[in-house]
């Protein structure tokens, strides 16, 4: 099982798990205090040629939102990245890049037709940490790069129940000379109480 | 559509994502035996080229500079890193240096740049250039040609040369007691040439506004009480020439080893002047080209040659230390 596909069924797993039997219930009212987890599974690219580390990712997203309706989030995903390689007759280059991007957010849950959709503005801070493979004739090495990143995404969720799902649209800016900016989008299911 | 099946769509547009993210390319070929020494038309005044920072697509004038090359005809070509733009990438080195670069591939000997480590462990360049970077992911090695002795060496040791933290770590970093510290030590000890050239891609002395790198301080010494006569860098694009200088950034003109940074070998654009470093003799910022240097027996001259267009040169020559 690929790494993506596991930490895919982590998440779906755990979205599942907390799930209540309660599906078909009517839209929730205006809430007080609500906790809420979500699986993601989408896909993000940096604006550069270089070789990807971001691609097709999973993540896992935990949150709460407050009466004010302010959400406060932290979140986890594993992207694929890339694996490049050249040979020729003397030669075999392999190398590979994935990441995993772990981040805090703070947004404003904005409800609307009668609370079924929900669009939550919010700010993102967090890193990428950047796992980096290459082998050339029988030499190896590894790294791993930590690159910091900030900057706005949206959440477009439609609620089922305590069920929900939608979108994340994300954008980041990565102060860092090796860097460029990254944009994602992800589809989201999870469940809110 | 149960939830069974949403999930195994799932997964197959996983796969398909999955396979969509790996791809191959193929190398041009190595020489079949990738010696780093050269031998020399005239063991007596080996030619050389160096220059560093050179391909970019589009944007980059590697075209002109490599023209320049060709029209010199040297022995060895030595890069002086950053050799492709802006990431190091396998397709920046097969699709933009190898057209215009590429055919002096065979006689390259090429250090390792900042840029070069955008791509994981700057692998595409270690595959790129066979053996004429050294042992992979080291980036230290030497040779001879005719008289002289010529140490490659890697200056990606982190602190403020635009390099990623992990970098170091790949071959031990520059500090005095480092692995590419003791290796220079006994290469230098097992090489007593008289005449001896090191390279690499962070000056340790530069006006330009990369400014200069003061991690390369212990490798300098090294360098120095081995009675080390010339040192290339690039990094900085602009072309200098500093009067023979010691570890400490004061001119020597007994013990000090004279630099030069040849940052002009297509990048654009060239970069402005800081401040003028103690010790600079000559500088330009707005012209490209390469510089031809002839290693003699007992000495060296050398000739910066501009692309088409600019009139600025600069032309000496010096004896090797006794």
Known sequence: MSRLTCAFVVSIVTTILMTPAARGEAPPTPPQHRWSVDARLGYATAWTTGQSFLGPATGLVGGWTFRVPVHVELGAAYHVGSIESAVNDTLVYWSRRQSVFVHAAIGYDRAMQAGRLLVRPRLLLGSFFIVDEAELGGAMREGIEPRFAFGPGVDILYRFGDLHAGIDARAFFVPSHVAAPIGGLFGVLGVER | ?322
């Open chain 2, 1 to 322: 559509m149960s939830a069974s099946i949403r999930f195994v769509r799932a997964i197959s547009l996983a796969a398909v994502c999955l396979s969509a993210c790996s791809r191959s390319r193929e190398l041009p070929p190595c020489d079949a035996s990738p010696a780093l020494a050269v031998a020399p038309k005239d063991p007596g005044a080996a030619v050389i080229v160096a220059a560093g920072d050179i391909a970019e697509c589009p944007g980059g004038r590697q075209e002109e500079t490599a023209a320049l090359v060709e029209q010199i005809g040297p022995d060895a070509v030595f890069t002086l890193g950053d050799t492709t733009y802006p990431d190091g990438a396998l397709d920046e080195f097969l699709d933009c240096y190898h057209p215009s670069w590429g055919k002096f591939r065979p006689i390259t000997r090429a250090v390792v740049g900042n840029h070069e480590y955008h791509a994981p462990r700057a692998g595409p360049f270690f595959a790129y250039f066979c053996g004429g970077a050294g042992a992979p992911f080291e980036g230290r090695a030497s040779f001879d040609i005719g008289a002289w002795h010529v140490v490659m060496l890697n200056s990606n040791c982190g602190g403020d040369l635009d390099v990623p933290a992990s970098v170091p770590d790949d071959f031990g970093g520059c500090g005095p007691d480092s692995p590419q510290a003791r290796w220079l030590k006994e290469d230098l000890a097992a090489h007593p040439s008289r005449c001896t050239l090191a390279m690499w891609h962070h000056p340790r002395f530069t006006s330009g506004e990369h400014g200069s790198a003061a991690s390369m301080r212990d490798t300098w010494r090294i360098l120095q009480d081995a009675g080390v006569d010339l040192v290339l860098a690039g990094h900085a694009h602009l072309y200098e020439r500093f009067a023979p200088m010691n570890a400490d950034g004061e001119v020597d003109a007994m013990r000090g080893i004279r630099g030069f940074v040849i940052g002009t070998g297509g990048k654009m654009p060239l970069h402005g002047i800081d401040e003028v470093h103690a010790g600079s003799e000559v500088r330009n910022t707005d012209t490209v080209g390469v510089l031809r240097m002839e290693l003699r027996s007992n000495g060296y001259a050398w000739r910066f040659v501009p692309a088409a267009g600019g009139s600025f040169t600069d032309e000496g020559e010096a004896s090797c230390h006794d």
